[in-house]
Structures are given as structure tokens and as C-alpha cells.
């Protein structure tokens, strides 16, 4: 069973470009969440996916933005970059989302912004 | 107050001995509760859940439960090196609401 598929795994954007990162999750799982890692935050949830909609979304500006396809990949897009989105971009997925299922996470997007 | 606290470290125990990993959370109504391990580098891993009240073995490990408390913990016992990571706390708040996860902490086990 193939795991949770992101690309690409790194990526170096200067200040002011956009960025698109992408996910395929776990076949037969349904709901996307990304989270951004940073040494100082930690573990910060952007958004989850169930179904092509954005069921949850954290406090993240509006420069973060995300979609699902019909066949459950998901990207995420972060545009005018600034230097403190440096950081670990992990996609999980999950079966259906619900909290009775835990995440398999993705190898995560390093993004540096220079 | 932070949703989920855990104590960052680093918590280094001897080989073999019971490595204890704690977590607290905010939300009374918070239904599941996981804890992942992420080695340097690498992305979390999931691998342990607990929804009920008290103990859940599995292999090695032990989740412990305290709704009333608002309290998780992990029990690693024969602590290996292999062992030595980041421990992260997962509460989901509410019903269908994402998970929280706290900062993680840090444990060596030193052989």
C-alpha cells in the first residue's frame, strides 16, 4: 500500500514568488490536512480537505491556500512569500478525518524562502 | 493557555528503564487522543491512540488516560536507543475539528 506521496521534497522561493506544493494521499483516504513545522511553533495546522472541500481552517493568512481534486490529491499554495514561511510543510491523510483516525504523514515539502 | 503542553525536554533515561512522556490539554470535550514519534529529519509517525479512560497496551508501549485530570501520557518501557526521538501529543478538541498537537518532547536514551 503506498503511502502518502508529497512533492516536491524541497524547494528554495525567494521573497515575493508563489509556491505550490502537492500531496496524493493514502488511496481510499479522503480528508487532507497540512500543517506547517517550524522549530519555534511546532506542529501548526493550515487547513484539512474532505471531499474537494475545506472543512477546517487554521489561523493562517489568506496568502495560504489550498484545493482537493476529485481523486483526493491536494495542493497547497502560498503566494508572496516572505522569509518566515520557511519551514516543514507536512500533508496527512486520513481516512475519513473524523477523530477516531489518526494521520499518516507525508515526507513533508522543505520550502527555505531566501 | 496553550491547547496542549507537553514538557519539551530533552528527558533522557538509561537503556532499558521506563522512558514516562506527559501531556496536557485545555478542552474537556476532547474526544481522541495520539501520540507520534518523529525522528530528526523525519515526518511524525503514529503510535499510539487512546479515546477511553485508563490504560492501552501495545507491545512496549502504554497510553494512559485522564479525562477528569485533562491528562495523556506514554509509557516506554525497556527503553531502546532506537527509541530516542519526539514524542508529539495529538488532541482532537471536538468532534470534527483537526487535531492539536503539542510541541513535542525530546527523549535520549542513552545506552
Known amino acids: 500500500k503506498a503511502g502518502v506521496t508529497q512533492t516536491p521534497r524541497y524547494l528554495i522561493k525567494t521573497r515575493g514568488q508563489q509556491v505550490t506544493l502537492s500531496c496524493s494521499p493514502i488511496s481510499g483516504h479522503r480528508s487532507v490536512s497540512w500543517y506547517q513545522q517550524t522549530p519555534g511553533q511546532g506542529l501548526q495546522f493550515l487547513f484539512e480537505?474532505?471531499?474537494?472541500?475545506?472543512?477546517n481552517k487554521g489561523n493562517f493568512p489568506g496568502r495560504f491556500s489550498g484545493r482537493q481534486f476529485s481523486n483526493s490529491r491536494s495542493e497547497m499554495n502560498v503566494s508572496t512569500l516572505e522569509l518566515g514561511d520557511s519551514a516543514l510543510y507536512l500533508c496527512a491523510s486520513s481516512l475519513d478525518g473524523s477523530e477516531y483516525y489518526g494521520y499518516t504523514f507525508g515526507s513533508g515539502t522543505r520550502l527555505t524562502v531566501v | 493557555q496553550k491547547e496542549v503542553e507537553q514538557n519539551s525536554g530533552p528527558l533522557s533515561v538509561p537503556e532499558g528503564a521506563i522512558a514516562s512522556l506527559n501531556c496536557t490539554y485545555s478542552d474537556r470535550v476532547s474526544q481522541s487522543f495520539f501520540w507520534y514519534r518523529q525522528y530528526s529529519g523525519k515526518s511524525p509517525e503514529l503510535i499510539m491512540s487512546i479515546y477511553s479512560n485508563g490504560d492501552k497496551e501495545d507491545g512496549r508501549f502504554t497510553a494512559q488516560l485522564n479525562k477528569a485530570s485533562q491528562y495523556v501520557s506514554l509509557l516506554i518501557r525497556d527503553s531502546q536507543p532506537s527509541d530516542s526521538a519526539t514524542y508529539l501529543c495529538?488532541?482532537?478538541?471536538?468532534?470534527?475539528?483537526?487535531?492539536?498537537f503539542g510541541p513535542g518532547t525530546r527523549l535520549s536514551v542513552l545506552p
Open positions: 480537505y474532505f471531499s474537494e472541500t475545506q472543512r
Open positions: 495529538a488532541v482532537n478538541l471536538a468532534y470534527g475539528q483537526n487535531f492539536v
